[in-house]
């Protein structure tokens, strides 16, 4: 069956340009999550959203940062005003809310800011 | 406070040992899940593993199992027979809360490398 998918798989953008990432979620999944791994760093958790509830937003660096999820499936992830610093690899990821076992990671988006 | 401690940047297997990678958690919750995931080079994040808090038996899977030390709030991934495709950064990392939309906290990673 398909996967987390995300795209673009490489974005490269100039310092001050706003950008936007996609995640699409494994069908049924409830639960949404935004990481970030900066280059040979662990993940940095972003934001989740969980069903209809309100998004956990608590890990977002700067409100350049925003995130939605739209009909409970796909998210974006919007950077404005990007910087040099958020040159990273954004990593979405799933999980469906029973068995609550595993998430279910897509690819990433390697962000390259010029 | 890390809510999850991985205290070994990078460790060095030979080729057919086993090799620990250590990880200790913090949290107050009584329910919560225990993941160690995989990092290969190409980057993707694999699964391998998963301990629940009340989990009576350490969990195993194929040649990886978890010994999970739940007084001492360790959780270390054990991999027998090491392979020289085992290579790759190991993240432990865990969800507080019963059920799965909890958010996830990840450690540093270890950077394993077998040597054949």
């Known amino acids: 069956g398909a996967g987390v998918s995300q795209s673009p798989s490489n974005k490269v953008t100039e310092k001050g340009k706003d950008v936007e990432l996609r995640c699409d979620p494994i069908?049924?999944?409830?639960?949404l999550y935004w990481y970030r791994q900066s280059l040979g760093q662990g993940l940095e958790f972003l934001i989740y959203?969980?069903?209809?509830?309100?998004?956990?937003k608590s890990g977002l660096p700067s409100d350049r940062f925003s995130a939605e999820r739209t009909g409970g499936s796909v998210s974006t992830l919007t950077i404005q005003r990007t910087q040099q610093e958020d040159s990273a690899v954004y990593l979405c990821?799933?999980?469906?809310?029973?068995?609550?076992?595993?998430?279910?990671f897509g690819p990433g988006t390697r962000l390259t800011v010029t | 406070a890390q809510k999850i401690t991985q205290t070994q940047p990078g460790m060095f297997v030979q080729e057919k040992e086993a090799v620990t990678l250590d990880c200790t958690y913090d949290?107050?919750?009584?329910?919560?899940?225990l993941f160690w995931y995989k990092q290969p080079s190409s980057g993707e994040m694999i699964f391998l593993i998963y301990?629940?808090?009340?989990?009576?038996q350490n969990a195993t899977e194929g040649r990886y199992s978890l010994n999970f030390q739940k007084a001492r709030k360790s959780a270390n991934l054990v991999i027998s027979a090491s392979q020289l495709g085992d290579s790759a950064m190991y993240f432990c990392?865990?969800?507080?809360?019963?059920?799965?939309?909890?958010?996830?906290?990840f450690g540093t990673g270890t950077s394993l490398t077998v040597i054949p």
């Open positions: 990821a799933s999980s469906p809310t029973l068995p609550a076992y595993e998430q279910y």
């Open positions: 069908s049924g999944h409830t639960a």
């Open positions: 959203f969980q069903g209809n509830s309100a998004p956990d």
């Open positions: 949290t107050s919750d009584p329910s919560y899940g």
């Open positions: 301990q629940g808090s009340y989990d009576q």
């Open positions: 990392a865990m969800r507080e809360g019963p059920v799965a939309g909890n958010q996830f906290y």
